[in-house]
C-alpha cells in the first residue's frame, strides 16, 4: 500500500498548527511579562536584552511544550503503526488521516510525538535534579566556606573524589541494571532527599526561633510535606499514590544528583569564603546571632546572583547529562521518547535515513542553549548592580 | 614550590587509592559477578555452577585481600584446579603467576581481560595510543580557533563582532557531541558525502577523510567554552592601566593587542585548557562509540558492557590518573605563568 504525502511547506504549516496551545501560552506570558517588566525585578531585565528575550522564549517554549505535550502530539509516542515503518516527513496514516509530520522511526512510531513527549521527561528530570542538587551543595558549602578548618578539608576531599571521576564512569558504575538489586541507589536516594528537609528545618528554625506561632506552623509544613515526598520517592510509599517514580528512574536521578552536587558545593564555598569578610557579616556577629543563622540569612541571600546563573548552567548541563544516559542506553527504558535515548536509536541508521535524527538533536541543543542564553543574559544584568 | 608539589602529590596518591576502592566495591557488587559468570560460562547452566566458577576464579575471597591483590601488597594466590587440586592459572590465556606472589598494579600487572581474553596492559595501552592520536589532533583544532574566538571577542567589548562570536560560543557550549556529531554526519557524510561517517578504518591510518568527523566533533564543545574563558580573560586585562597607557603613549591598537594584552590574557585560559582534559575524557567516549573508533573510549564502554572487571578498573585508574595529574599541572603552571601568584 503506498503512502501520501504531503508537501514540505504543508509540513512546517502543520507543525506550527500542531503547537498552539504553546503559542498561546508562550504570546500570554511573554506579554504579560513584557507589559510589566518593570515590576518583575532581576526576571524582568530579561527582556531589555535581544538574548534575554530569545532565552526566555527558548525555555518558555520547552516548559509549555511539556505541559500541552498530550495535546501538540498526535499520536502516542509508543504506539507502533506497522505501515509507518520508517516513513519520510510527511507521510498520511491512512487510519486516522494524521501526519506523520517528521516522519517514522524504524519501529513505526511517530517522530513528531516522541521529540514533543521527550520534553516531559528531560524538563521534570533536569530542574528536578539540579534543584536537590543546589540543596545538597549548599548545605554542605556554607558550612564548609564558614567554619573552614577540618570540616571544609573533609568536605572539599570527598567533592574532588567525586569530581575528579569521568562522568561517564560513574553512569556506568552507578546506573547499571545491577545495581537496583542493591540497595545502593536507595541509600543515596535516602542521603540525598534529606537535605532538601534540613536545609528548610533549619532555615525556618535560626529565623523564628523566638517566634514560636510561625516557626510551628513553618517546621510542621517542611516535615509533613518533605516526609511525604521523602517516603513517596525513596520508599515508594506514598499514601496517595500521587508521588511515585521507576526504580530505574530513581536510579538515574540519584546518580544525577551525585555528579553535579560537587560542583555546587564548589561553588557556594568559594561565594561564602567571600562574603563571610563583609562588614554586614561581622556586624551580625557582634549581634551574636547564631553562625547558621548568619550563614543562611545573611550569606546565603548575598550568593543568589551567581547561584541563579549557575543554576540554570546546570539545568543545561543536566539535560546534556540525561542525554549522555540516553545515549549509552543506561537506566532510561529502551522505549522511552526522551531525546539521548532517540539520538541513539537514529545515530545507528544514518546511514540510510536520517530524518529520525534532526528532530531531538535539535530540541535537545535548542533548549540548551535557550538555557545558556538566559544564563549569560542573567550574568550581565546582575553584573549591571 | 617543590613541597607544595610533594603534598598534591600525596593527595593525589590518597585520592587514587579511595577512588580504585570505590569502584572496586562498585564493579563487584554481587550481581555484576553474577553476570560476569553468566557471560563466562556456557549457557543454561545452573546457579550452583554459577557460584563455582566464581569461587574457582577467586572471585569470593575477602574483598580487602582481592582489592589488596589487585593493587599488589597483598601476595596474588593461584587458584587450584579442581580436576588436578594442582594450583593453575585463573585464565588460561593470561599468564597469571602459579605461585603466590606480589603481581598487582604497583608491579606493573594489570590482570586479565575476560572479554578480549588477553591482559589488560595488551590491551589498554594501544588504545590509550590511538586516544592519544585523537586527543593531539583535537588540541591542535581546539586551542588555536578558540584562543583566536576569544580575542577577537573581547578584544572590543560590546562591539558587533563581540557579540556575534560570544553567541556562537554559547551555541558551540550547547551542543554536546552525540548532537554535534549525528548533525555533521547528516551534512558532511549523507548529504554532501565528502566525508566518511565512521573512523573504524583510523585504526589502519589515518586520513583526512576518515578522522576529520570525530576531531571536529569532539573540538566543537571544547572551543565555545575556552572561547568564553578567553573572551572573560581578554575583557578583564584590555580594562587595565597599563593598557590605556600603551595606547594613550600612541601605540596602534593592534601592537597593543599584540603585545601588551595577549600574554596577560593567555594564563587564564591555561587553566581553562588543562582542566578541559576530564571533559574531552567523557567526550572521547562518545565519539569513539559513534564513529567506531578504537580507542580508550570505545574500550571503556566495552569492558563497562561486558563487566570485565579487570579491564574496566584499568580504564578506571588511567582516567582518574589523567583528571588528577591535568589538575596538578594546571596549579603549577599558573603558579608559574603568573608572576603575582607564591604558592605557600
Not at chain 1, 504531503?6 to 506570558?29: E, M, S, T
Not at chain 1, 531585565?45 to 505541559?67: E, M, N, P, R, Y
Not at chain 2, 597599563?242 to 600574554?263: D, E
Request: aromatic share 12%; hydrophobic share 50%.
Amino acid at each position: 500500500m503506498q503512502l501520501e504525502y504531503i508537501g514540505a511547506f504543508n509540513v512546517v504549516l502543520g507543525v506550527l498548527a500542531r503547537f498552539w496551545p504553546v503559542w498561546i501560552a508562550l504570546v500570554l506570558v511573554m506579554g504579560a511579562s513584557f507589559a510589566y517588566k518593570k515590576r518583575l525585578g532581576l526576571y524582568g531585565q530579561l527582556f531589555d536584552s535581544s538574548v534575554g528575550i530569545v532565552g526566555v522564549g527558548i525555555c518558555l517554549f520547552w516548559l509549555f511544550t511539556a505541559i500541552f505535550a498530550s495535546t501538540v502530539s498526535p499520536f502516542n509516542p509508543l504506539v507502533q503503526i506497522p505501515i509507518m515503518k520508517d516513513a519520510l516527513p510527511g507521510a498520511v496514516e491512512p487510519q486516522s488521516g494524521l501526519v506523520y509530520l517528521f516522519g517514522g522511526d524504524k519501529l513505526a512510531r511517530d517522530v513528531f510525538s516522541r521529540m514533543v513527549y521527550g520534553s516531559q521527561i528531560v524538563l521534570i528530570i533536569a530542574p528536578a535534579a539540579t534543584g536537590f542538587a543546589l540543596m545538597v551543595g549548599i548545605t554542605l558549602g556554607l558550612p564548609a566556606g564558614y567554619y573552614g578548618g577540618r570540616i571544609d578539608t573533609v568536605l572539599s576531599f570527598l567533592a574532588n573524589l567525586v569530581l575528579a571521576f569521568p562522568v561517564i564512569l560513574l553512569f556506568y558504575l552507578l546506573v547499571t541494571p545491577g545495581i537496583m538489586e542493591t540497595p545502593i541507589p536507595y541509600a543515596m536516594a535516602g542521603l540525598f532527599f534529606m537535605f532538601p528537609i534540613i536545609f528548610f528545618s533549619v532555615l525556618f528554625w535560626t529565623r523564628y526561633k523566638k517566634r514560636p506561632d510561625r516557626l510551628y506552623i513553618l517546621l510542621g509544613l517542611t516535615l509533613i510535606i518533605g516526609g511525604w515526598v521523602y517516603a513517596g520517592l525513596v520508599f515508594d510509599a506514598d499514601p496517595f499514590r500521587i508521588i511515585h517514580i521507576d526504580p530505574n528512574q530513581l536510579n538515574i536521578f540519584v546518580a544525577v544528583v551525585f555528579a553535579s552536587s560537587p560542583g555546587v558545593f564548589r561553588i557556594v564555598r568559594g561565594l561564602v569564603m567571600d562574603i563571610k569578610t563583609r562588614d554586614y557579616v561581622a556586624a551580625a556577629q557582634t549581634r551574636g546571632e547564631s553562625p547558621w543563622y548568619i550563614m543562611l540569612w545573611e550569606i546565603l541571600p548575598n550568593a543568589r546572583g551567581p547561584l541563579i546563573v549557575d543554576a540554570c548552567l546546570r539545568i543545561g548541563y543536566t539535560t546534556i547529562l540525561l542525554g549522555t544516559l540516553g545515549y549509552f542506553g543506561l537506566g532510561l527504558a529502551p522505549e522511552s521518547p526522551d531525546w539521548g535515548t532517540a539520538i541513539k536509536d537514529a545515530s545507528r541508521l544514518l546511514r540510510s535515513f536520517i530524518h529520525p535524527a534532526l528532530p531531538p538533536t535539535i530540541a535537545l541543543m535548542s533548549f540548551v542553549l535557550g538555557l545558556n542564553l538566559l544564563a549569560d543574559s542573567l550574568r550581565e544584568q546582575s553584573m549591571k548592580d | 614550590m617543590l613541597s607544595f608539589i610533594l603534598r598534591r602529590l600525596g593527595t593525589m596518591a590518597l585520592t587514587m587509592l579511595c577512588l580504585t576502592m570505590v569502584v572496586f566495591f562498585l564493579i563487584n557488587l554481587d550481581p555484576n559477578l553474577k553476570k560476569l559468570a553468566i557471560s563466562q560460562t556456557e549457557m543454561h547452566t545452573s546457579a550452583e555452577q554459577l557460584e563455582s566458577w566464581l569461587v574457582n576464579h577467586g572471585y569470593r575471597q575477602n574483598f580487602f585481600s582481592r582489592y589488596g591483590q589487585w593493587l599488589g601488597i597483598v601476595p596474588k594466590q593461584p587458584v587450584t584446579d579442581p580436576a588436578t587440586g594442582k594450583p593453575a592459572r585463573r585464565f588460561s590465556f593470561c599468564n597469571d603467576p602459579v605461585e603466590p606472589t606480589f603481581s598487582g598494579v604497583l608491579q606493573g600487572d594489570f590482570g586479565c581481560s575476560t572479554k578480549f581474553k588477553t591482559t589488560v596492559a595488551s590491551k589498554l595501552f594501544p588504545a590509550l595510543g590511538a586516544t592519544g592520536i585523537l586527543m593531539f589532533w583535537v588540541l591542535v583544532v581546539m586551542v588555536p580557533i578558540s584562543l583566536l574566538i576569544g580575542i577577537l571577542a573581547g578584544m572590543r567589548e560590546g562591539s558587533r563582532t563581540d557579540r556575534t562570536l560570544s553567541v556562537a560560543s554559547i551555541a558551540s557550549t550547547a551542543t554536546p557531541e552525540y548532537v554535534s556529531g549525528v548533525i555533521f554526519t547528516v551534512i558532511f557524510a549523507s548529504w554532501l558525502g565528502l566525508l566518511n561517517g565512521s573512523a573504524a578504518s583510523a585504526s589502519r591510518g589515518i586520513t583526512f577523510y576518515n578522522f576529520t568527523l570525530p576531531v571536529m566533533t569532539l573540538a566543537i564543545y571544547g572551543i565555545g567554552y575556552i572561547a568564553r574563558m578567553t573572551r572573560a580573560s581578554m575583557v578583564e586585562v584590555m580594562t587595565q592601566q597599563y593598557i590605556r597607557t600603551a595606547r594613550l603613549k600612541g601605540l596602534s591598537f593592534g601592537s597593543v593587542v599584540v603585545k601588551h594584552a595577549l600574554r596577560n590574557a593567555l594564563i587564564a585560559p591555561f587553566t581553562v585548557i588543562m582542566l578541559q582534559f576530564p571533559w574531552l575524557l567523557t567526550g572521547v567516549v562518545i565519539v569513539e562509540v559513534m564513529f567506531r573508533y578504537q580507542g580508550f573510549g570505545y574500550t571503556l564502554v566495552e569492558a563497562a558492557g561486558n563487566n570485565d572487571i579487570d579491564l574496566l578498573l584499568g580504564c578506571s585508574l588511567v582516567s582518574v590518573f589523567i583528571v588528577l595529574i591535568t589538575q596538578l599541572i594546571s596549579d603549577v603552571g599558573y603558579a608559574f605563568l603568573n608572576p603575582r601568584i607564591r604558592v605557600q
